[in-house]
T-cell receptor
Framework: AQKITQTQPGMFVQEKEAVTLDCTYDTSDPSYGLFWYKQPSSGEMIFLIYQGSYDQQNATEGRYSLNFQKARKSANLVISASQLGDSAMYFCAMRVFGNEKLTFGTGTRLTIIP | SAVISQKPSRDICQRGTSLTIQCQVDSQVTMMFWYRQQPGQSLTLIAT?????????ESGFVIDKFPISRPNLTFSTLTVSNMSPEDSSIYLC???????????FGQGTRLTVV
């Protein structure tokens, strides 16, 4: 079975600072994908970034980057130059290849302070 | 990305009644997924809906309570039957355009049962 752990229930960060959201995962399968989603107060789930287990480089998408440390089974999300609009819940998720089910962590509520 | 239209966006329902949530996708997809997010919690997969076959339910979810239809490759419905206050949640539909890629979500249906 797969498990995702997000140990930070809430974070407060000053605007324009960088922020790291932690995510560790557990699986015995060598082939998997890791995802980060943002959920604003409106409730929609917005896909941010993806990292495959065989990817050699860390994924980046604009201000988002994923710090992938395979040996430590961690996939932390880094947001550079935070903005007020980044205030939201952030979920880390994982899927083992061949299994369509996404397993989500418990989320981190990020609040950006002006 | 996929454009997903989910209706209704929110509803307040009386206990004992049923609500049907619709999910329309802008292109054909093989699999559609239904998730529940209870207040302050993470997302939990209810079932996977394939066109032309019965939905596959996760542990703890049954067809009598959450019947699902998938009449074609762009549309699905989830019914929450005989509702109780414990069913108050956000319900989200999700699709993947390609296997092992990111999942896209509808805007969610915020259900309150009184």
């Amino acid at each position: 079975a797969q498990k995702i752990t997000q140990t930070q229930p809430g974070m407060f960060v000053q605007e324009k600072e960088a922020v790291t959201l932690d995510c560790t995962y557990d699986t015995s399968d060598p082939s998997y994908g890791l995802f980060w989603y943002k959920q604003p107060s409106s409730g929609e789930m917005i896909f941010l970034i993806y990292q495959g287990s065989y990817d050699q480089q860390n994924a980046t998408e604009g201000r988002y980057s994923l710090n992938f440390q395979k040996a430590r089974k961690s996939a932390n999300l880094v947001i550079s130059a935070s903005q007020l609009g980044d205030s939201a819940m952030y979920f880390c998720a994982m899927r083992v290849f061949g299994n369509e089910k996404l397993t989500f962590g418990t989320g981190t509520r990020l609040t950006i302070i002006p | 990305s996929a454009v997903i239209s989910q209706k209704p966006s929110r509803d307040i329902c009386q206990r004992g009644t049923s609500l049907t949530i619709q999910c329309q996708v802008d292109s054909q997809v093989t699999m559609m997924f239904w998730y529940r997010q209870q207040p302050g919690q993470s997302l939990t997969l209810i079932a996977t809906a394939n066109q032309g076959s019965e939905a596959t339910y996760e542990s703890g979810f049954v067809i009598d309570k959450f019947p699902i239809s998938r009449p074609n490759l762009t549309f699905s419905t989830l019914t929450v039957s005989n509702m109780s206050p414990e069913d108050s949640s956000i319900y989200l539909c999700s699709v993947e355009r390609w296997v092992n890629t990111e999942a896209f979500f509808g805007q969610g249906t915020r259900l309150t049962v009184v």
